[in-house]
């Protein structure tokens, strides 16, 4: 009789969302002493080095719903890390900015997240590094999340 059971482990996508999920859990816990979660670093960055001013574009910068947004925007608000005002000639828009200490945090998490972006590119030389971008950006491609 053939062996047609599907085998976890060796599904390359079960094998990517394990090391992503290592990944993230590194950079949570490296983040944790500055007040930050994976998320809320992501919304700094989309903030603060992107420019993004509005929650639909900083949940697609992201690739999180507007749900998990909008809690990541409540918390950093009230940890006095950003600012939301209303917008221009429509009181429904939000324009979010960093504060001083946003921009503090972001600078602090900076070294943390290459850190560990490092960490997981050291295991590979360059060219495979290069080769493992070309094949998620395809797949990402495929999903249209990129």
């Known amino acids: 009789m053939p062996d047609t059971a599907y085998r976890l482990h060796d599904s390359p ?54 749900t998990a947004t909008s809690r990541a925007l409540r918390l950093l608000e009230s940890n006095g890390l950003l ?19 946003g921009t503090r945090a972001l600078a602090a998490g900076g070294p943390i997240a290459r850190d560990n972006a490092t960490r997981m590119a050291a295991r590979l030389d360059p060219a495979d590094q290069v080769v493992l971008k070309q094949l998620i950006d395809r797949e990402l491609r495929d999903l249209k999340t990129l």
């Open 13 to 66: 996508g079960y094998r990517l969302s394990i090391a992503a999920r290592q990944q993230e859990r590194r950079l949570d816990e490296g983040l944790r002493p500055l007040g930050l979660t994976r998320i809320t670093w992501c919304v700094l960055l989309a903030v603060g080095n992107e420019g993004l001013c509005q929650p639909s574009d900083i949940a697609q910068f992201i690739g999180i719903d507007r």
């Open 83 to 101: 600012d939301r005002t209303s917008g221009e000639g429509d009181r429904r828009t939000r324009r979010v900015t960093l504060t001083e200490a």
